[in-house]
């Protein structure tokens, strides 16, 4: 079976852990692996601007002795000419390529891509929806400079709100047990979906607390979510006055990720900024400092030299994680069974789109994107986007085998198997598409 990595969640613990070996390894030798790929072949293909992503993958397929193929501009491409991802992949991974690394602007490209791509596919940033492999990256450098993640206090800084690297970061530490503490620019908070996803499937609770200054993350009103592990600190941070975060491990800056932003976002005048200054705070005394780069003036240049700076080092590390990730799609290494259960996903039968998100990529490419969700809670019922996770928006919700609708809320939905229910945006749509109120005619 072809194995691709469209969402960090498609890797269990156990083979991020595996990966960070392999990485371990690698890094020890990195000339010595040239016989690992021979004679496979790396397609870059990038709809967005890369520098870090784009060259450490074609690095790591080249020191594992294979080739690279490189789109790097993909809007000179056939994409120019009309060609649909969905048309492009197939071309690529069938014959040019046995792996395919894709950055795309909408939400959900690389999960269309998977499907039609004989090879596998690595989501390499798909809009501002997720970036799996930065987060394998971030996660590595985690894992040497503190030999583990769980139980680390993380912060999250900066545009929470279109950083994909933010966003796909927090559901692994999420996974792992570490604290994730989120400050972000204001106007620029975690979406709501995220935080939803991050709640229900991985049981972090966000918890209102604030932020003055960088180096001193005390409680006011900024969001700040934490893993119920500590639940002795979410008590103490629901009277969140007057706390104030003892101790960071690690603290991740992101910039404004302005080539998103929407005219309801405005400019930015202010954005925040780490220095020296900051840096002195009895907080941040262990902490280290990451970014994903390219940094803007987020990150003082004075701080550069400082030892728990470690952003530059980050990048480097980017090579031997993404060997070990090359290597494992490539079948070259083994890595332990996945248990983890495979997320499933439905189609969405009757009616409109109900995805809300204008940047999915059910909408961009709608001619080979047949729109599917998956389930995030039976009670309320609550379905998300199977390409970008945003929740689906609808009023009710029919079943196709009854023709009746009802409330999300209702008890009734719990029995309708997912491949029958209907999402609907109102009772308009339920008369048009013959569904009926359940309970008005004679059923609950
Ligand atoms: C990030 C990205 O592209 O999302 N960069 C990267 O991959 N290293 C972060 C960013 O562009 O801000």
Redesign the pocket.
């Known amino acids: 079976m072809i194995r691709h990595l469209v969402s960090i969640d498609d890797l269990s613990i156990e083979e991020i852990q595996a990966l960070f070996t392999w990485a371990d390894r690698f890094s020890e030798d990195p000339r010595g692996q040239s016989e690992m790929c021979r004679g496979m072949i790396a397609a870059s293909l990038f709809y ?6 784009r060259l450490s993958f074609e690095s790591a397929m080249l020191r594992l002795g294979g080739g690279v193929l490189t789109a790097a501009e993909m809007t000179s491409s056939s994409a120019a000419k009309g060609e649909s991802l969905a048309d492009t992949v197939r071309v690529v991974g069938g014959g040019y390529a046995d792996v395919i690394v894709l ?1 795309h602007p909408s939400e959900g490209a690389a999960q269309l891509a998977a499907r039609y791509s004989p090879v596998p596919v690595i989501n ?2 798909d809009g501002a929806h997720e ?1 799996p ?2 987060t394998l ?1 971030d996660l590595y450098n985690l894992h040497v400079e503190r030999g583990h993640i769980e139980g680390l206090e993380v912060v999250l800084a900066g ?1 929470l709100k279109y ?3 933010v966003h796909s970061f927090a559901y692994a530490l999420a996974r792992f047990g570490a604290g994730i503490v989120c400050v972000p620019q204001p106007g620029f908070e975690m979406p709501e979906y995220v935080v939803r996803r991050l709640r229900d499937e991985f049981g972090v609770e966000p918890v209102r607390a604030d932020t003055r200054r960088l180096g001193t993350l005390a409680a006011e009103s900024d969001a700040m979510y934490l893993t119920p592990q500590k639940p002795h600190q979410l008590s103490l941070f629901t009277d969140a006055k007057g706390w104030e975060l003892q101790q960071v491990d690690a603290l991740y800056m ?2 404004p ?1 302005t080539e998103r932003f929407d005219q309801s976002d405005g400019g930015v005048s202010k954005y925040m900024r780490l220095d020296r200054r900051d840096m002195a705070a009895e907080s941040l005394r262990d902490a280290v400092v990451m970014h ?4 803007r003036d987020e990150i003082s240049s004075d701080i550069d030299e400082d030892p728990r700076s470690i952003y530059f080092k980050q ?1 480097g590390r ?1 090579v031997p994680i993404r060997m070990a990730l090359l290597s494992a799609l490539m079948g070259q290494i083994e890595l332990p069974v996945n248990n983890s259960p495979a997320r499933e996903s439905w189609p969405v039968s009757v009616g409109a789109n109900p995805c809300p998100n204008p940047s999915c990529i059910s909408h961009t490419e709608p001619r080979h994107v047949q729109p599917r969700f998956v389930l995030a809670s039976r009670q309320p019922m609550r379905a998300r986007c199977a390409y970008c996770s945003r929740e689906l928006l609808y009023r009710f919700v029919g079943c196709a085998t009854t023709g009746h609708y009802h409330l999300p809320e209702s008890a009734a939905l719990r029995k309708v198997r997912p491949e029958n229910l209907v999402f609907l945006p109102d009772e308009e749509q339920a008369a048009v598409l013959n569904f009926s109120q359940a309970g008005v005619r004679g059923d609950s």
Do not use: I, K, N, Y
């Open positions: 967005e601007p890369s520098t870090r992503t950055r390499a940033g970036h492999t930065q990256c545009d950083s994909r690297t992101t910039r990720q994903p780069l390219p940094r990048a980017g």
